[in-house]
Structures are given as C-alpha cells and as structure tokens.
C-alpha cells in the first residue's frame, strides 16, 4: 500500500487503543501513530490515563458490566469517604479530643473497647455467613453497605449520649467489622465475576487505585467540610443524611448493574419459573435485572442442599419413596416444611443444576399453611410431589440446559449454595 509517506509495511494495535503503522521511505523503516495530531494527543493522555486506572487490555480483558459498575463504586466510595469524615470526628470528639478533662487512659480503653468487639463479630459473621457471600454476593454487599452507614450514623451521635457512649461505639465496631468481611468477600466475588483473562489480580489492583484517587478527592473536600460542621449538630446530621442518600442509591445502582452469567438459587428460580411458563428462555441481562438484591424473609419453602440422609429419609420406606422414579446421583425430600436434597458423590454440575430445579419447582409448589394441616397425609402428598418432580425433569430437563447454554449461561459451574454432605445408598435392588 502506498501513501505520502511511503510504503506501508506494517500496521499494529495496542488493544483495542492506539494503533500505528510502519512505513519504508528511502530503504528507512519509520514508525508513526496512526491518526491525526489533535487525535494523537488525546489518545496519549486517555491512554495513560487507562493505563493506570483500568486493567490492562480494557475493556476486551473484562465483562461487559464493568465500567458501568466501576462507575457507580466510585460515586458510592466517594460519598463514604465524606460520611466517614464526619463520624470520624465525631468519635473523637466522643473519646476527648478537644476535651481538657478527658484523659489519654480513657481514650485508650474505649478505643481498644471499640477495635476488639469488631475482631470478634469479624470471626463469627464470617463463620456463620462466609459460605453465603459467594452465592448472593450482590445481597450481602447492598447490606454491607447499608449496615455501614447505619455505623456511622451511631458514631456521630455517640458523643450526644456520653452515658452509653462506649457502648454506642462497640456496637458500631461491631457492624463495621462486619462490613468489613461481607463487603471484602463479595469485592473479591464481583473481581471473579469481572476478570475475562484470569486477571483478577489486576483488576483488584486497579480498583484499588481507583478507591485510592477517590479517597484522596474526599479527603481535599473534607477539608473544606471540617470547618463547617465543627459544633454544628444540624448541619452536621444535615450533610451525613445527603451523604448517606447519595450512597445508598449508588450502591443499589452498582449491585444492579452487574449481569452474572452463573446461576445461584434465585437467577435460576427466575430462569426456570419463566421457561415452564411460556418455554421462553431468559438471557443472563433480563434474568439479573429481575434477581432481589435485598435481604429479604422468605415467602416460600426454603431449600437445603448437601443435607444429611436423615433430612431427606427417616426411615428404609421413606429411601424407597425417595429412590421412586429417580435414577439420579440426588435425592430429594419434604421434611419439616423444607426442601431437602441429599447428593451423591459422582453427581456433576449438570446434576446439581436439575437437583436445583427440582427443588424450585417444588418449592414454588408446596406453601407453609398446607404443611402445617393433617402432618400425615401431607407427607404422602409431599412424595407424591416429589415423584412428580422427577417426571416433570425427565421431560423437560434436557431441552431446558440446552437453551440455557444456548442464552449465554455458564453452565461449568455454579453458584449454588452446597453444603459438604455426599452420600452412597442402596437401591431397592440391592
């Protein structure tokens, strides 16, 4: 190809960024940016701009959803980053700063107070709800959220109630330890969910560096904010409840923005609902936009996966009823007004998702109040259920996983929340 400044040899990009072309003039091989001065230029301070805050080979080497989300992290950071301001003094105005009779000893103690309540409630919540974060990360991080700035919200009124004082602030070290695991561990969740190339080291890097110039901008309005609200109580809750809306809604914005294409218990609730409705197949955009990001106390049967035989079976005549119509490495049972489903040890991930759907589908089937008359005849009625539910699979279970692969789904792996329990039993047969 020839052009006014000779030859082209060559054309090469970085990315889907900046290109350039080689070009031979007079036996001399000369390398130039492709596009005009103005354009080169632009590109030169967007580029290090990406290249120190966005992961290398954005947006190919990321999901589709992560600008938008990074966008709204930002947004929620920075208004956090002032609402922590005016706790911040808040407590230390609670623990004497500024105080002629406070003493460097009481401080101390109430501080120490303060740190090792929230050592302890970090231990326990990740004990009881570690297993949790994965599985409905995007819940669990609107609620870290929000529990922080119920935090905050406490150490700015601690010091007006100076005879519990030290109990308003352990409290408050409590939720934010709290906040500290449940928004930590689905950060680290999401960054699974974002990274295309296995960079997730990168992308948690560069988040950190984005967290850090956001950080640093609120620290230079905090500044100019100090002055102001010093004494000044209205003025003070005022700002913190503006603070407080800004970030909430940014956060609400971020978890519904993201589009996970892995299946937890509510996406294929909605998946699958949807398909025995009208055999439409949900795409993982419409499937998310639908899936609950609050906490929420449930209105169905709840589920249980990985139990023990004895959730599922009490006795030899209830492990045949179980074993009944199904030839599947699962068993599934109503006990106690919950869906069990017992696994086997060579069960797959296409297993579990049908043991999943099976359980949803009778869930979605069987209510609190009709459990609670006649316990007898329920229970045969629940068995019944359950032999249905594997005839229903039988029919439907095959297209079903083909159109959810076919939709964009990630049907590898899942998000479902087993417990560890695997179990060998006999048949009838044996």
């Known amino acids: 190809m020839h052009t006014d400044r000779g030859v082209v040899l060559a054309t090469e990009r970085y990315g889907s960024a900046e290109s350039w072309m080689y070009f031979a003039k007079d036996r001399v091989m000369e390398r130039r940016r492709d596009g005009s ?6 590109n030169s301070i967007i580029g290090v701009f990406k290249s120190v805050f966005l992961p ?20 929620q950071a920075f208004s956090s980053s002032l609402s922590g301001t005016l706790a911040t003094q808040a407590s230390l105005k609670g623990v004497g700063v500024g105080n002629q009779e406070a003493t460097v000893a009481a401080a101390t103690v109430t501080w120490l107070l303060r740190d090792g309540a929230g050592m302890l409630g970090r ?6 709800k570690g297993n949790k974060l994965d599985s409905e990360a995007k819940k669990w991080r609107l609620f870290a959220d929000v529990l922080n700035d119920i935090a905050m919200f406490m150490e700015i009124s601690a010091p007006y109630f100076p005879a519990c004082f030290t109990l308003i602030v352990c ?31 990168d992308i ?15 620290l230079l309005v905090s500044l100019i904010l100090i002055p102001l609200v010093t004494d000044n109580l209205i003025l003070t809750l005022s700002l913190f409840f503006l603070f407080t809306v800004l970030h909430l809604f940014a956060n609400y914005k971020a978890v519904r923005s993201v589009v996970m294409e892995t299946l937890n218990e509510a996406r ?4 699958l609902q949807q398909y025995l409705r009208d055999r439409r197949m949900l795409s993982p955009l419409e499937a998310n936009q639908r899936e609950p990001v609050f906490l929420e106390f449930r209105k169905t049967v709840p589920i249980k996966l990985g139990v023990r035989l004895q959730e599922v079976v009490q006795s030899p005549e209830e492990l045949n009823l179980a074993l009944k119509e199904n030839n599947m490495p699962y068993l599934l049972g109503v006990q106690n007004g919950c869906v069990c489903v017992c696994l086997g040890p060579e069960a797959s991930v296409h297993d579990e998702i049908r043991a999943m759907c099976q359980a949803v589908w009778l869930s979605s089937m069987l209510s609190p109040p009709t459990l609670r008359e006649h316990p007898t005849s329920q229970q045969q009625s629940n068995w019944e259920m359950v032999h249905k539910s594997h005839k229903l699979m039988d029919t439907i279970f095959n297209p079903f996983l083909k159109d959810v692969e076919a939709a964009g789904w990630d049907i590898k792996r899942t998000l479902l929340d087993w417990d560890e329990w695997r179990v060998e039993w006999k048949t009838k047969s044996n």
Do not use: C
């Open 56 to 75: 290398q080979g954005y947006p190919e080497s990321v999901s589709d959803d992560y600008l938008q989300y990074q966008f709204w992290d930002t947004v």
């Open 123 to 128: 231990i326990l919540f990740a004990w009881q």
């Open 268 to 271: 294929l609730s909605i998946v």
């Open 37 to 42: 001065e103005g354009e080169s230029r632009g």
């Open 171 to 201: 409290t408050a070290g409590i939720f934010k330890s709290l906040v500290g695991v449940a928004g930590g561990a689905t950060r680290a969740a999401l960054t699974v969910h974002q990274a295309r190339r296995d960079n997730m080291a």
């Open 204 to 218: 948690s890097a560069k988040d950190g560096s984005q967290e850090t110039l956001v950080n640093l901008a609120g």
